[in-house]
């Protein structure tokens, strides 16, 4: 099992910047790429942002494209999400998420592992 701890939600205002946390524990060596989705009221669970277990590539949504960053601290165990220019569309709550395979992936379905969420609010 893999436990996933997100944290850095908060109020914002439009423009402005925050920046997640997705501390990982258990057994973290079965935990490949990971990824950020997020989910508005009353809609869908989105992908946001993945990058694999190196961290040397990484895939975004276009609606974040530009604005987000999602980097990997392999010795901290831990995954960014840096939020900048940030727009009342975005107001959601954060989901981290890993799997198993090492494969880069934008899919809720692939994914093993979910964290409890946090939430961005962002105020235009």
């Known amino acids: 099992q893999v436990q996933l701890v997100e944290s850095g939600g908060g109020l914002v205002q439009a423009g402005g910047s925050l920046r997640l946390s997705c501390a990982t524990s258990g057994r973290t060596f079965s935990s490949g790429a990971m990824a950020w989705f997020r989910q508005a009221p009353g809609k869908e669970r989105e992908f946001v942002g993945a990058i694999t277990r190196g961290g040397t590539i990484t895939r975004y949504a276009d609606s974040v494209k530009g604005r987000f960053t999602i980097s990997r601290d392999v010795v901290k165990n831990t995954v960014y999400l840096q939020m900048n220019s940030l727009k009342s569309e975005d107001t959601a709550d954060y989901y981290c998420?890993?799997?198993?395979?090492?494969?880069?992936?934008?899919?809720?379905?692939?994914?093993?592992?979910w964290g409890q969420g946090t939430r961005v609010t962002v105020s235009s």
């Open positions: 998420a890993a799997r198993s395979d090492f494969g880069i992936s934008s899919a809720v379905t692939s994914f093993d592992y």
